[in-house]
């Protein structure tokens, strides 16, 4: 059992994190520690993708559990974005070998066109939870449209470029699967006190067995910005700042 957190207060300016990792498609991006009025400790990390796939980058002082927790406050300078945490990750910096549980903040109309995703192009702010598992690469359809990739829930959120929010995600295998629960809500209101959605059974227990936590996004607009970023794991709560 274990807590870890971070304000980025303690990283230098214009740096990417020492500690944090590029952990799956490496490509054009820019990833590094700024000053930014607001951020709880005068410093954020900031995130700007140019190029399409999956990026994730890694904390690498929390170590790989099957059971953990992870509460961010972020927010992106676009309405048209997608950003958010991962945990339970694991990947071999290829695309088809990521692996994980993904809560993001999104805007549904970016998705790629397919016949089955139609009704989802008409939605705008919404909160995306999903999980990645390369051996369903094969398995492309309504419930998996990306392959290894799989949304779960996707469903109206009202963020707003420029607000900060909060999200908690929490992982546990149980019966041979990767149980999830999950909740988000905007800054300076009081977290919600039961979880937005609670969902027992997702991937099989062995995906993403190394564990790792950390932050990911796709191509889209906008500067993302990780304000405060803290873990539990084994049973330990992630710690509020």
Known sequence: MAQFATDFSEYET???????????????????????EGALGGKALQHEIEVHNRRAWRWTAVPGSDE??????LRSSSADSRFGILCRADGAQQRDTEEGVSLELFCGHLRDEAPFEAPRQEMRQTVFFGTYDPAQEAQRGPARPHGIG?????????????EWNWMRLQARNEGGFIAVRFTVWSDGTPEPQQWRHDIIRTEPDHVGRQGWVGITGQRTEGVREYDYFAVGTDGDRAPAP
Do not use: C, M, S, T
């Open 14 to 36: 214009g740096r990417a994190p020492h500690d944090w990792v590029n952990a799956w498609v490496p490509a054009e991006q820019r990833f590094e520690v700024a000053e930014v």
């Open 68 to 73: 953990v927790e992870v509460l961010a406050r």
């Open 150 to 162: 799989r949304p779960r829930v996707e469903e109206y959120y009202p963020w707003q470029a420029g």
